[in-house]
């Protein structure tokens, strides 16, 4: 398994390439083309078409911390 952890059943991010990482977009509506999203670490992220370069990008490692927190914990700051 991959991403042990997620479950595959349940997906809560979508992936997508910003600035040479691959930032996590809350799966409550899938991104189209065009959309303006926050990603998971506070990012503004205008939906394009991924090239297949992009998807050779690292992850960002906020949005990773971010999708695998539970998404009802108590996250206080
Ligand atoms: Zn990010």
Same mark, same amino acid.
């Given at each position: 398994?991959?991403?042990?952890?997620?479950? @595959?059943?349940?997906?809560?991010?979508?992936?997508?390439?910003? &600035?040479? !990482?691959?930032?996590? /977009?809350? #799966?409550? =509506? $899938? @991104?189209?083309?065009?959309?303006?999203?926050?990603?998971?670490? &506070?990012? !503004?992220?205008?939906? /394009?078409? #991924?090239? =297949? $370069?992009?998807?050779?990008?690292?992850?960002?490692?906020?949005?990773?911390?971010?999708?695998?927190?539970?998404?009802?914990?108590?996250?206080?700051?």
């Amino acid at each position: 398994m991959l991403f042990p952890g997620l479950e @595959p059943e349940r997906p809560v991010v979508h992936w997508r390439p910003l &600035g040479g !990482l691959r930032h996590g /977009v809350a #799966a409550t =509506e $899938l @991104p189209r083309t065009g959309q303006e999203r926050r990603t998971l670490c &506070g990012e !503004l992220l205008n939906i /394009v078409d #991924a090239s =297949e $370069l992009d998807w050779l990008a690292p992850t960002c490692e906020s949005c990773w911390t971010a999708a695998l927190a539970p998404r009802d914990g108590d996250q206080s700051e």
